[in-house]
C-alpha cells in the first residue's frame, strides 16, 4: 500500500541539497587527479607499525603466504595482522525523544593491516576501474544488524501511512586502497536478509522488556523474509592545512562520492566533512553503518600517538531504491512513498591514542518518506581497538 500525500520540503532539506550539489563539483574534481594543494612540498612519513610491502613476481604484495596456503591473506586470528576491530552502535536514544523509524542499528568489524590481501589480487586490480593495485590496500570484514519501525511502536495493527517494520541482518567483505595520503577508494559487497530471519524483533522486544520500557507491539506487520545485495563504491578525496605550516591546529576538507547498488539500497551519494583539531592524518573520519556518511574503518599511530578532533559533515542521497520504505521487491507488502532525495547533516568527536579509538556523531537525517512529518535525529558510538 503506498501513502499518497504532498511533499513538504523544510529549509533544511533545500539547504542540504545546495550543499550536496557543490561539494559533488568538489568530489568530481578530487576524483578527477585535482592537486591536494597543502601536500606540496611536504615530506611523507614513516609508517613504522605496518612492515612495508615486498616485489613478488613484479607485483607489490605481502610475500608471507605461507601461512594461508599461498592465498597471502592475514585472518582477524594472525598474530601478526594487527587487525582493527570496531563496535558501532547506533541509536535513537542519542538523540530523540521518540523510539522509530531507524532505531538501531549494530555492527562489528575487522579491518586487516596493509597488503593483506590474496596474491591474486595484484593480477586483477589493474583491469578494475575503481581501485588501483599500487595503493596502500586492506581488507574487511563485518557483521551487523538494523532495525526500522513506525513513529509509535505501541500500535498493534498495521499503520497505513508510516514507514514499515523492518529488520537487516548482514555481513560484509570489503577493499580499501589509500594512495599518497590523501586518496581513499572502497568497496564493499554485503549480503543479508531482511524480514523476520534478520530477528530484529526478538532484539528489540528483549531489549525493551530488559530495560522495562513501551513493548513493540507490531511486528507482525513487518517486511516478509528476502535475501538481499549491496555492492557498494565510494572515492574520498581529502586535503589538510595547517601540519605543515607548524600550527598548533590543523584544520582538513574531505569531499567524496559514490554509489550503491542492490535490491535493499539503489542510490548516488556526494558530501564533505570538514575535521579542525590535533592528529588528523591519522584517519579519515568516524566511521558509520551505511547508508551514511562514513569515515573509515582504519587508524593510524605512527605519526600521532594521540589525536584529538572535531567534525561536521553532510552527504546527500538521490535514492532509487530503499526496500525498508518501497518494502519487499518479490512479494506484496507494507510501503510507503520515499523521498527521491535524502541528506544527512552529522558533527561530532573522534579521541584516538595509541592503540584504541573512540567516536561519536550526532545525525540529522531528512524526511525519507511522503507525509513524515520531521526530520530524524540519532547518535552513533564507535569504539576501535588495534590488536
Known amino acids: 500500500m503506498r501513502v499518497v500525500g504532498k511533499k513538504d520540503m523544510s529549509d533544511l532539506r533545500l539547504f542540504c541539497r545546495g550543499v550536496v550539489w557543490l561539494v559533488a563539483i568538489a568530489a568530481a ?98 583491469e578494475l576501474p575503481f581501485l588501483s593495485q599500487f595503493g596502500r590496500a586492506r581488507t574487511s570484514l563485518a557483521f551487523g544488524q538494523n532495525m526500522y519501525t513506525p513513529d509509535d511502536i505501541t500500535v498493534p495493527t498495521l499503520i497505513r501511512d508510516d514507514r514499515p517494520y523492518a529488520g537487516w541482518l548482514y555481513g560484509s567483505v570489503g577493499l580499501t586502497v589509500e594512495e599518497d595520503e590523501h586518496i581513499l577508494d572502497s568497496l564493499e559487497l554485503t549480503i543479508g536478509l531482511v524480514g523476520p530471519q534478520s530477528y530484529a524483533e526478538d532484539v528489540q522486544t528483549t531489549w525493551h522488556r530488559w530495560i ?36 598548533p591546529i590543523e584544520f582538513d576538507f574531505t569531499p567524496h562520492g559514490g554509489f550503491s547498488l542492490g535490491n535493499v539500497f539503489t542510490h548516488a551519494a556526494a558530501g564533505a566533512t570538514v575535521r579542525v583539531g590535533w592528529g588528523l592524518r591519522n584517519d579519515y573520519g568516524a566511521p558509520r553503518i551505511r547508508p551514511s556518511l562514513s569515515g573509515a574503518g582504519f587508524f593510524e599511530t605512527d605519526t600521532n600517538r594521540w589525536s584529538l ?35 544527512d547533516l552529522q558533527w561530532g568527536l573522534v579521541m584516538s591514542f595509541r592503540q584504541f579509538r573512540v567516536s561519536y556523531t550526532h545525525i540529522l537525517r531528512t524526511q525519507e518518506f511522503v507525509g513524515q512529518d520531521d526530520p530524524d535525529r540519532f547518535g552513533a558510538i564507535s569504539v576501535s581497538v588495534r590488536f
Do not use: M
Not at 612519513?45 to 610475500?63: F, K, L
Not at 586487516?112 to 593480477?123: F, G, M, N, V
Not at 522495562?212 to 517486511?223: A, F, H, I, V
Open 29 to 126: 574534481a578530487g576524483a578527477s587527479g585535482v592537486a591536494v594543494p597543502s601536500t606540496a612540498g611536504a615530506q611523507q612519513q614513516p609508517t613504522a607499525d605496518v612492515p612495508p610491502a615486498r616485489e613478488c613476481n613484479g607485483s607489490r604484495r605481502n610475500c608471507d603466504d605461507s601461512a594461508t596456503g599461498g592465498l597471502g591473506l592475514v585472518w582477524p586470528w594472525d598474530d601478526d595482522g594487527k587487525g582493527i576491530y570496531t563496535l558501532q552502535v547506533e541509536n535513537d536514544l542519542f538523540g530523540s525523544p521518540n523510539d522509530g523509524h531507524y532505531t538501531n542499528g549494530v555492527k562489528l568489524a575487522w579491518v586487516s593491516r596493509e597488503h593483506a590481501l590474496p596474491s591474486w589480487w595484484y593480477d586483477i586490480a589493474p
Open 212 to 247: 522495562n520500557t513501551k513493548r513493540p507491539e507490531g511486528w507482525d506487520n513487518q517486511l516478509d523474509n528476502e535475501p538481499g545485495i549491496v555492492l557498494t563504491y565510494e572515492k574520498k578525496a581529502r586535503a589538510w592545512w595547517g601540519a605543515e605550516r607548524g600550527g
Open 309 to 343: 578532533y572535531a567534525f561536521v559533515g553532510s552527504e546527500g542521497r538521490l535514492v532509487a531504491r530503499n526496500i525498508f520504505l518501497d518494502g519487499n521487491t518479490f512479494a506484496d507488502s507494507h510501503s510507503v512513498d520515499r523521498e527521491d532525495f535524502v541528506a
